[in-house]
């Protein structure tokens, strides 16, 4: 599936999270940061929505020249992480991907860290630093390190479950079907559902269709808006999450579950323009089949013709595309 399997599992959970990045404490426009900042917020954002992969150095340039001219700015500072894990979670669109890449690991580390030492109060800059940190741990084989990211993580979830449940569950969807880590990260994903739905979701998903008429109304007005639900920062973060839960699911092994799952999807009100629809029908179709390709060994050097979402070069994109 990928020259680097190491890296997959644990960087593209940074991009499929997250709406409102840039509001947070610092503020997307608040009094005190610098044109060049909001230049490039500006930039970064029409890149990403516009999932213009082979112009991130442009987007990672400007984010990186307003972060020199005030390094006290916690928005620039994690755009320029964002940037970087995008192009290691996409590397996918590469003809040829080198070994280098996972030093943009590295420098989304750095980055987050200091947004969130900018923003402690910010537990999705928290989420995003504990992705990274446990993607530079598990390259580097340290124990210690992964110790230190997953607490980051546990204490992410405690401060916002609703925007760090799925951060947690989709750090671990590429460890083995059987593990216990997977199994974790997939009650994680029910878990995210009756917080955004505040209501209990069954395990086969029986109330899917009564879950998607109750999110809305359940955090529409609440913070938890921006975890749970479409916005303009995630255009496409329902469609996303349930695309990657089912390939979760199918994984496991309940595919006639996750056919459910995928087909919540379709509840939308942004289905009809999602850039991916055709990826979540082939989905369903393909579901019992897909059971043994999702779960097949890695080859070194090669990519899968089917990948899950989180090995996939829409990683990102199958909830930020426009």
Not at 125 to 132: K, N, V
Not at 214 to 223: H, I, L, T
Request: charged share 20%.
């Amino acid at each position: 599936m990928s020259r680097f399997p190491v890296v997959t599992a644990l960087t593209a959970v940074l991009c499929c999270l997250a709406a409102g990045l840039a509001t947070a404490q610092s503020g997307g426009g608040a009094p005190g940061r610098q044109p060049a900042a909001l230049e490039a917020d500006q930039l970064f954002w029409q890149t990403f929505h516009s999932a213009d992969y082979a112009h991130i150095q442009d987007s990672i340039e400007a984010s990186t020249a307003a972060y020199l001219r005030d390094p006290n700015d916690a928005v620039s500072a994690a755009h320029v992480g964002w940037l970087h894990m995008w192009r290691v979670a996409e590397r996918h669109r590469m003809q040829q991907a080198p070994a280098s890449i996972t030093d943009d690991i590295v420098l989304a580390r750095k980055y987050f860290q200091k947004a969130v030492a900018l923003a402690p109060d910010d537990a999705r800059y928290r989420g995003f630093l504990a992705s990274a940190i446990l993607a530079e741990a598990q390259i580097d084989r340290d124990a210690a390190l992964r110790q230190q990211g997953s607490e980051i993580m546990g204490q992410a979830v405690s401060d916002w479950p609703a925007f760090n449940l799925f951060t947690a569950g989709f750090v671990a969807s590429g460890l083995p079907a059987s593990s216990d880590g997977f199994k974790q990260a997939l009650e994680q994903q029910w878990q995210n559902l009756e917080v955004c739905g505040h209501m209990k979701v069954d395990r086969h998903g029986n109330n899917l269709d009564v879950l998607a008429k109750n999110m809305e109304k359940a955090v529409g007005q609440s913070r938890d808006a921006r975890a749970c639900l479409n916005s303009a920062k995630a255009p496409h973060n329902e469609e996303g999450f349930f695309l990657n839960m089912g390939d979760m699911l199918t994984k496991s092994g309940d595919w006639q579950t996750a056919r459910k799952v995928y087909a919540t999807a379709r509840l939308s009100t942004g289905y009809a323009q999602w850039p991916y629809r055709d990826v979540l029908e082939e989905r369903i179709r393909d579901a019992e089949s897909n059971v043994a390709v999702f779960n097949a060994e890695a080859q070194p050097g090669k990519k899968s013709a089917n990948p899950m979402m989180i090995g996939s070069d829409f990683s990102c994109m199958a909830c930020h595309h426009q």
